[in-house]
T-cell receptor, first 112, second 111 residues
């Protein structure tokens, strides 16, 4: 089944403890992206990647890192999580330029 | 960068009526405008999209219109049904680079 898989679905962690949210797609998509969703703010882009080893900042990149070593994987890294990073995170991928995104199921992160 | 504004934030209609959601964008270079539907507790799903070389696109009960001069685009849902109740997001980008979303519209269709 064609899909974007994120793990974990839920995560509660403490301030400052490094964590990684994994994202993998099996559709051979070029574009991948990370968004966070907060009430009243919609979906805000954190980072995006146009292809392997090509990444760029979105609207809210501070406090996050990404890497795109393989086409299928696009992990999101929080080196030192803080409570203001408590949010619902979505990974998304698209076939190429000008195609719509397919979203993963989301990761609900709570930082205490 | 691109800025997308979406109105209204909430919309309530009677089943069978039409619903219209409007978005404006700031970057005249934007050329791709998708719309997503997000049901409660689920992921956003693409429902329709339009590119800047097209003024209107229809898919059964949904349609999107684009006015490049005024930099606004709209989603039209006709003959609304309770299952259309969801949050709808518009977005704009130059291809898929740096895609910006509106804040969302919560549509409620009353039976």
């Amino acid at each position: 089944e064609a899909q974007v898989t994120q793990n974990p679905r839920y995560l509660i962690t403490v301030t400052g403890k490094k964590l990684t949210v994994t994202c993998s797609q099996n559709m051979n998509h070029e574009y991948m992206s990370w968004y966070r969703q907060d009430p009243g703010l919609g979906l805000r882009q954190i980072y995006y990647s146009m292809n392997v080893e090509v990444t760029d900042k979105g609207d809210v990149p501070e406090g996050y890192k990404v890497s795109r070593k393989e086409k299928r994987n696009f992990p999101l890294i929080l080196e030192s999580p803080s409570p203001n990073q408590t949010s619902l995170y979505f990974c998304a991928s698209s076939l190429n330029r000008g195609s719509g995104y397919t979203f993963g199921s989301g990761t609900r992160l709570t930082v205490v | 960068g691109e800025n997308v504004e979406q109105h209204p934030s909430t919309l309530s209609v009677q089943e069978g009526d039409s619903a219209v959601i409007k978005c404006t964008y700031s970057d005249s270079a934007s050329n791709y405008f998708p719309w997503y539907k997000q049901e409660l507790g689920k992921r956003p799903q693409l429902i329709i999209d339009i590119r800047s070389n097209v003024g209107e696109k229809k898919d059964q009960r949904i349609a999107v219109t684009l006015n490049k001069t005024a930099k606004h685009f709209s989603l039209h849902i006709t003959e609304t049904q309770p299952e259309d109740s969801a949050v709808y997001f518009c977005a704009a980008s130059i291809f898929n680079n740096d895609m910006r979303f509106g804040a969302g519209t919560r549509l409620t269709v009353k039976p």
